[in-house]
């Protein structure tokens, strides 16, 4: 496969310095599968590959397969020109409390906070919900005396004694890291900075998580949040940060390697590893930033991801060609105050273990069997039925082996597997294995809706664009289910998020609350605020090496009427900030509200609450070419035939098998059919045609 140069010789690290350097390599590390998409910047030459993960240590996956996949292009790790990955290791940590133990030092009579949280409860008629673990146990939770006032100014002066006092304590509780969130740091950090200096005198070699510097904004539970997470993981992606950067340095690793924030963006692993609660979506996030490219490619603005991998699902939607970037989110019942897109996650994946339950009823996930030992038919000794082995035993995937031959898998184990599910429900193997594919269906449905019809978007009106491994296989049933015409499958869909990482620009974020009248606010005190900001985005520029002309900056305000509690997102105009500035913030404001809730208040007081700017360095992206239409019969291709099971008439069809490499734009299938590439099989359902457009992608019309 070839794609055109679009710049010559880029920047060694990807950051605008020059090079001679040929490759850059984007890896998605998963649960299940590492992902690795290699582009050769000469040439345009792109190359995928595909290995387990090693779930123990990821930077195992992720380093060797990085080295096989450049072995197979004879290639060396001297040649890599950019290095990205995107990463599950503090999403896992958090979901699985997998952190390190973690004191929490804050106000005098606000060590609580933690746990009492928000008066708004998810579950607030159920009186058998389980709250969320604390991150910071009650024994390592202290108050010291110390006080500021909303605008700054100095209540009590901090008690440097009872500081230290509290340091000892948490020696002596054997904490790995501390988190500092004091009351109104985010107007005057002195008192955090200063706790900070005692805190590494007395705790040497804990990591500490600041809020100043970590969420510099208001509401302060959230913020004390944010701020516990980051130091929970912290300990965690340090270790893990460091052991990559060795297997790398080790295999000839020359360039600066980055990983993917949750904001699509990516940042050098000493960044990372200092901020790791910026990773919490880093691996699904780059999906998106490629589904975006993708949409710019086609012409198709509007789009549903549909992400499925091995252990997770992950759906996001794309109106007017941008996913919406919020920012603060719960992620695994703990709220984060951070950028990031906004996906929605489930625990359907092609490992997720079926059992049924106490009511006889067969449930799906959220269990996953992961790499090792996998799914049944792996033959790694599991014998728990998975979404895989129902596949395999259905034959939607081929019987015999995945990736091309490289992984055999057994049949008639996933058939052992599923055996005892169906005796249980009274069903045959068939109706079972078709049941489970039901059910996860149902539950990668009813995410969907949570980003779509729950926020005023009709699915229908939306293409759903299916990646991941298991993604293109699954989603012409699920797009039939929420009467989804289209389906577009990438033309590499078990990589796309590794991919997206050869699409995305290095970007950082960063935040500061002053809540002032707009009519109040004076331009210079405005301009003063995103100067202080650019300042900080100047310093990261020049540790990450981005040259002048590749920096790009964005200004955001936050604003909302006086008297409400949540804001609206206003693009601040780029140039020189002046009575103008305020006019156009003021009318973007009202426009924004008009648009979301119907109405303007003429008379209502506007608020600037917190200020943001974005800065992006810009990098060089793989870019697919457009090829010219060679006609509609796709005969060429097909390299067999095999039964498989039709979900519509409920029996066993014959299917002919298509080469995904073979297909050639402007080809067309009719289904039923099954498309086979190395990286995901297709299933095109009967009734529906699959149309490989100039860019090799292919668009699903099914009947709905």
């Not at 270790?239 to 790398?248: E, M």
């Not at 269906?441 to 699915?459: C, E, N």
């Not at 995103?530 to 002309?549: H, K, S, Y």
């Not at 992006?616 to 099971?645: H, N, T």
Request: charged share 25%.
């Amino acid at each position: 496969m070839k794609l055109p140069l679009t710049e010559q010789k880029r920047a060694a690290s990807g950051n605008g310095r020059a090079s001679k350097l040929a490759w850059r390599i984007g890896v998605d590390s998963g649960g299940t599968f590492t992902d690795i998409c290699l582009f050769e910047e000469e040439n345009g030459r792109l190359e995928v590959w595909k290995v387990p993960s090693t779930p123990a240590d990821p930077s195992v996956a992720i380093s060797s397969g990085a080295f096989e996949a450049l072995e197979r292009c004879g290639a060396t790790a001297a040649e890599i020109a950019y290095f990205g990955h995107g990463t599950t290791v503090s999403t896992n940590a958090l979901i699985q409390l997998r952190g390190v133990p973690t004191g929490l030092v804050t106000t005098d009579g606000f060590p609580d906070l933690l746990e009492i949280g928000r008066q708004k409860r998810p579950d607030l008629y159920d009186i058998r919900a389980d709250k969320p673990m604390p991150l910071a146990r009650r024994d390592v939770r202290f108050g010291v005396p110390g006080r500021l006032r909303p605008d700054g100014s100095v209540e009590t002066a901090l008690d440097e004694d009872a500081l230290r006092l509290a340091a000892r304590e948490l020696a002596a509780a054997g904490v790995e890291a501390v988190a500092i969130s004091f009351l109104y740091s985010f107007v005057d950090a002195t008192h955090e900075r200063q706790a900070e200096a005692i805190l590494r005198e007395e705790l040497p070699g804990v990591f500490l998580s600041v809020s100043h510097r970590v969420a510099p904004e208001f509401r302060e539970y959230e913020r004390m949040s944010t701020t516990v997470v980051n130091a929970y993981l912290g300990p965690v992606m340090k270790g893990y940060v460091r052991r990559l950067d060795a297997r790398l340095r080790e295999g000839g690793l020359e360039v600066r390697p980055n990983l993917t924030q949750s904001n699509g963006g990516v940042i050098g692993f000493s960044t990372a590893a200092d901020m790791p609660v910026r990773t919490v979506l880093s691996g699904p996030s780059t999906g998106v930033v490629a589904a975006q490219a993708l949409g710019r490619m086609t012409g198709i603005a509007d789009m549903i991801t549909f992400d499925m991998g091995g252990t997770s699902t992950d759906v996001a939607l794309l109106s007017k060609g941008a996913c919406r970037v919020v920012g603060d989110a719960v992620v695994h019942s703990y709220p984060i105050k951070a950028p990031m897109l906004d996906i929605h996650t489930v625990g359907a994946g092609g490992g997720s273990i079926v059992h049924v339950d106490s009511g006889g009823l067969i449930k799906v996930g959220p269990r996953s069997a992961g790499a090792f030992p996998g799914p049944a038919c792996y033959g790694h000794g599991n014998s728990e039925p998975t979404v895989t082995d129902a596949n395999i035993y259905l034959q939607t995937l081929n019987p015999e082996y995945l990736l091309r031959g490289r992984m055999k898998v057994h049949r008639p184990l996933a058939e052992q597997a599923i055996a005892p599910i169906a005796r249980q429900v009274g069903l045959g193997l068939e109706e079972t294995a078709d049941g489970i594919l039901d059910i996860v269906t149902a539950s990668m449905a009813k995410a969907i809706r949570v980003i779509s019809v729950q926020r005023g978007h009709d699915p229908r009106d939306y293409a759903m664009v299916a990646f991941g491994g298991a993604g293109p296989l699954h989603a012409a049933r699920l797009a039939r289910e929420l009467e989804m015409r289209r389906v577009l499958v990438p033309l590499t869909p078990g990589i796309l998020c590794a991919m997206g990482l050869l699409m995305t620009d290095l970007r950082t974020d960063y935040a500061l609350t002053r809540i002032a009248l707009l009519d109040d606010t004076d331009p210079a005190a405005l301009a003063s605020i995103f100067g202080d900001l650019e300042q900080q985005a100047t310093r990261w520029f020049d540790d990450e090496g981005i040259m002048p002309e590749r920096r790009q900056i964005r200004r955001v305000v936050e604003a909302r009427y006086a008297g409400q509690n949540y804001e609206l997102a206003v693009q601040v105009p780029a140039g020189e900030i002046d009575a103008d500035t305020l006019n156009i913030i003021g009318e973007r404001f009202a426009a924004e509200h008009n648009r979301l809730y119907g109405f303007v208040a003429e008379d209502g007081l506007v608020q600037l609450v917190t200020h943001r700017l974005e800065a992006s360095g810009i990098v060089g992206k793989a870019q697919l070419p457009a090829y010219p239409l060679v006609g509609s019969d796709a005969s060429a291709a097909v390299m067999g035939e095999r039964d498989v099971w039709c979900a519509i008439t409920k029996g066993f069809r014959r299917n002919h098998v298509y080469d995904r490499q073979k297909l050639r734009p402007g080809n067309e299938i009719a289904g039923p059919a099954i498309i086979d590439q190395m990286d995901t099989t297709t299933v095109v359902p009967a009734g529906a045609i699959a149309r490989v457009d100039a860019h090799l992608n292919i668009m699903i019309e099914i009947e709905v």
